[in-house]
C-alpha cells in the first residue's frame, strides 16, 4: 500500500509540473504561446509561416519555435506573429506581403526575425494586413497596409519599417484589428483610426467613413482595455462595465439584439469584467470571479457552450471560476486557467485547437503541456535531435545534416523492434505506444546512431 500511495505522488506531482506549463497565449487562425521557461510555442495554420517553425504545413500539436529562453510578449495578426525577448527587442514572422513585419522587405518570413536594432518595445499587435506596437517611452508606431489609414501617420501609403504615429508620448495600450486600430492614452480616452467599415470605429458617424489619424471615441476618460475583432469593437471600463459597438448581425455585441451601434453601448449592468476579445463574429470575456463568458455566432462551436447555437448575450461557459485568461482566434477561442493549463474550442481544421487532431469541438478541451525536452544526439558528428522527451503523441526529429535518412526504427529496451519506417521521416505517431523507455535509432547507409526518449 506504501509503494501504491507513493507511486500515486509522484504522477500526481508529475501532473501538477505538466499543469503549470503555460504562460501567455495570443491567437487569430494560429496560436502562439510562451511557457514558464521562456520557450516560444505554436500551432495552428501555417500557409504563410506564421507558425515560425521554418515550414508552411499546418500544425495540430504546439510545437517549439527555435530554443531561446528569454520570449516575453506575443501577439498573434491574422497570418503573423510578433513577439518581443526580455531585452526589449521586437521579433517578427509570417505574411509580409503588406510589409507588415516591418522588416523593410515584402517578403515571407518563416522564422523570426528580428525588426531593427530597437532595445524598447514594450507592446505590439497584430492586425489582418497591419501592425501597431508601444515602445516604454509611451510612443505609438504603426506599418504595413494603410490603404484606409489603418497605421495612422497621416497617410494612405503602406510602410515595410515602424513609422512614429505622431509625436505624443502617452499611449499605454492598443489594439489593432481588420484595417483598423484602437489604443487608449494614460489619460483614459480611447481613440480610433482606419477603415470605418460596420461603423467599427465608434466615432457616431453613420456613415463608412475612414480616418488615417488617431481620432477620439466620445469624451470618456475611463477606459481600462480594447479589442477588435473583424467587424466590431469590444471594450472594458476602468469601473467594470463592459461595452461594444459596431456590427452586430451575429449577435456579437452580446445586447440581446442584432442591430449594430455606431457608439459604444453598455452590455448589461455587471460591473466585474475583467478582460474581453472579439474574434470574427464571437466574442469572450473574463469576469473578476474566474468565469468565462460568450456569445455571438457559434456556427463552429466557438463559444463553447456544447452547442453550435449563436448566443446574443454574455452566457457563462462551464462553471469554473478559476480561469485567468481568455482570448478569441478567427473561428476558436483559447482560454488559460491559474493552474497554467490551457483549453481550446470551436474550429480546428488547420489544427488551432492544438489537441492532435484537425476536428472542431463545441466545449474546452484541453491542450497538453508536458515536459518537453529535445534529446540531440550524432551520428559520426552529424547533428540529430528528438523531441519532445516525454512524449504524448507525436515525436519530431529534427536533421541538421544534408543527408537523408534511410531508416529510423523504435524499439523497446528489450530490443524488440516497435516501429519500422524507411525514408527521411520527421514526425513519428508514437500514441500507442505504452509508457516507458524506447531507443529511437537512425539509419543512414551503414551508419546508425540512437537516443532513449520516454513515453509518457
Known amino acids: 500500500m506504501k509503494k501504491t500511495l507513493l507511486f500515486l505522488l509522484v504522477i500526481l506531482s508529475g501532473t501538477v509540473i505538466d499543469a503549470q506549463c503555460w504562460q501567455s497565449i495570443s491567437t487569430s487562425d494560429h496560436t502562439i504561446a510562451i511557457k514558464n521557461d521562456g520557450t516560444l510555442w505554436s500551432w495552428g495554420s501555417n500557409s504563410s509561416g ?19 529562453t528569454d ?8 497570418n503573423q506573429s510578433f ?42 499587435s497584430g492586425g489582418y494586413w497591419h501592425t501597431i506596437a508601444l515602445k516604454s517611452d509611451g510612443t505609438l508606431w504603426g506599418w504595413g497596409s494603410n ?89 472594458i471600463k476602468k469601473d467594470g462595465t463592459l461595452w461594444s459597438w459596431g456590427d452586430n448581425t451575429q449577435g456579437q455585441l452580446g445586447d440581446g ?16 469584467w475583467e478582460t474581453v476579445n472579439g474574434g470574427k463574429y464571437h466574442t469572450v470575456a473574463k469576469k473578476l470571479d474566474g468565469t468565462i463568458w460568450s456569445w455571438g455566432d457559434n456556427l463552429q462551436g466557438q463559444l463553447g457552450d456544447g452547442t453550435n447555437t449563436r448566443l446574443y448575450i454574455p452566457t457563462q461557459i462551464g462553471i469554473s471560476t478559476n480561469y485567468e485568461f ?34 472542431n469541438i463545441n466545449t474546452p478541451n484541453l491542450i497538453s503541456c508536458s515536459l518537453l525536452g529535445k534529446n540531440k544526439f550524432d551520428l559520426i558528428n ?44 520527421t514526425q513519428l505517431n508514437v500514441q500507442h505506444l505504452r509508457q516507458g523507455v524506447y531507443l529511437l535509432k537512425i539509419f543512414i547507409g551503414e551508419k546508425s546512431c540512437q537516443e532513449k526518449f520516454i513515453k509518457e
Not at 71 to 78: D, P
Not at 328 to 356: C, P, Q, V
Open 50 to 68: 506564421e507558425i515560425g517553425d521554418g515550414t508552411i504545413i499546418d500544425k495540430n500539436v504546439p510545437t517549439q519555435i527555435g530554443l531561446d
Open 71 to 78: 520570449w516575453k510578449f506575443i501577439s498573434a495578426g491574422a
Open 83 to 124: 513577439s518581443i525577448k526580455n531585452d526589449g527587442t521586437l521579433w517578427a514572422w509570417g505574411h509580409n506581403t503588406f510589409g507588415e513585419l516591418g522588416d523593410g522587405t515584402n517578403i515571407n518570413r518563416s522564422t523570426p526575425i528580428k525588426i531593427g536594432v530597437e532595445t524598447n518595445w514594450l507592446s505590439v
Open 147 to 235: 490603404a484606409w489609414g489603418a497605421i495612422g501617420d497621416g497617410t494612405n501609403t503602406g510602410k515595410n519599417i515602424p513609422v512614429k504615429i505622431g509625436s505624443e508620448a502617452n499611449w499605454q495600450s492598443i489594439s489593432a484589428g481588420s484595417n483598423c486600430s484602437f489604443a487608449i492614452k494614460t489619460d483614459g480616452t480611447l481613440w480610433a483610426w482606419g477603415q470605418n467599415s460596420s461603423e467599427k470605429l465608434g466615432l457616431g458617424l453613420g456613415i463608412p467613413l475612414s480616418k488615417n489619424i488617431p481620432t477620439q471615441v466620445g469624451i470618456a476618460t475611463d477606459w481600462k482595455s480594447i479589442s477588435t475583432g473583424e467587424t466590431h469593437t469590444v471594450a
Open 257 to 272: 439584439t442584432i442591430i449594430s451601434k455606431n457608439t459604444p453601448i453598455q452590455i448589461g449592468l455587471n460591473s466585474n
Open 326 to 359: 481568455i482570448d478569441a482566434g478567427i473561428l476558436h477561442t483559447i482560454a488559460k486557467k491559474i493552474d497554467g493549463t490551457l483549453f481550446a474550442w470551436g474550429f480546428n481544421a488547420s489544427g488551432e485547437l492544438g489537441d492532435g487532431t484537425f476536428v
Open 382 to 425: 552529424k547533428s540529430f535531435t528528438i523531441y519532445p522527451s516525454p512524449v504524448k503523441d507525436f515525436l519530431y526529429i529534427g536533421n541538421s545534416t544534408n543527408q537523408s535518412v534511410d531508416k529510423i526504427t523504435v524499439t523497446d529496451l528489450s530490443g524488440k523492434i516497435i516501429i519500422n519506417q524507411d525514408g527521411d521521416i
